[in-house]
């Protein structure tokens, strides 16, 4: 499988910063381990939260600034790691979804930068970051099935499979379907 993203993307984002780390076999592990790992990651997250608001920090105005380029109101349609520290700053924590999840998302907290986790094993083919063309499928978490709208930016697969988005699906913000959680 390739990660990619497609070129009209890099045309209209060209100070675009992207990686992938692909982690093979089982990532099944401990609460205890997971909870020892992230640790690290969320002290460094508080500290950030106490010198200043996670709308001040450098990486979450760039989000912005890529979100109203694409014509989302940044304030109403947050990326993810600004999501995930606004609910943080207010409760202090975080749901626990899966390990390596969980993991991700203190990541995505520590450094402002939205990190997505994908099960390879449901992905068709490659998978590439480019605008919908309004066909694809989208699974959400409670089974519904969507399609994102024409030129919102996503994740899809080679059988037009959504795994995430970048903006929103239907009425509500969905960046995440249920393709993206690892298989318990």
């Known amino acids: 499988m390739r990660f990619q993203h497609n070129e009209a993307i890099w045309r209209d984002f060209p100070l675009l910063a992207a990686g992938a780390v692909v982690i093979p076999g089982e990532t099944e592990t401990s609460d205890r381990d997971v909870a020892r790992h992230t640790q690290r990651f969320l002290d460094r997250a508080d500290v950030r939260l106490r010198r200043s608001s996670e709308s001040e920090l450098p990486e979450i105005q760039a989000w912005r600034r890529a979100f109203a380029q694409m014509g989302l109101k940044p304030t109403q349609y947050r990326c993810a790691s600004e999501a995930l520290l606004r609910r943080y700053r ?31 094993d449901r992905i068709d083919g490659n998978l590439e970051v480019r605008y919908a063309k309004g066909t694809e499928v989208y699974r959400t978490f409670s089974g519904e099935t969507e399609h994102p709208a024409p030129g919102e930016v996503i994740f899809a697969d080679a059988a037009s499979q959504a795994h995430a988005s970048g903006g929103r699906i239907g009425r509500a913000r969905c960046p995440q379907s249920d393709r993206i959680r690892p298989a318990r």
Do not use: E, G, R
Not at 90 to 114: E, F, G, Q, R
């Open 90 to 120: 207010k409760d202090k924590t975080l749901p626990h979804i899966h390990p390596l999840v969980d993991l991700c998302n203190a990541v995505s907290m520590a450094y402002a930068v939205p990190v997505a986790v994908f099960d390879l």
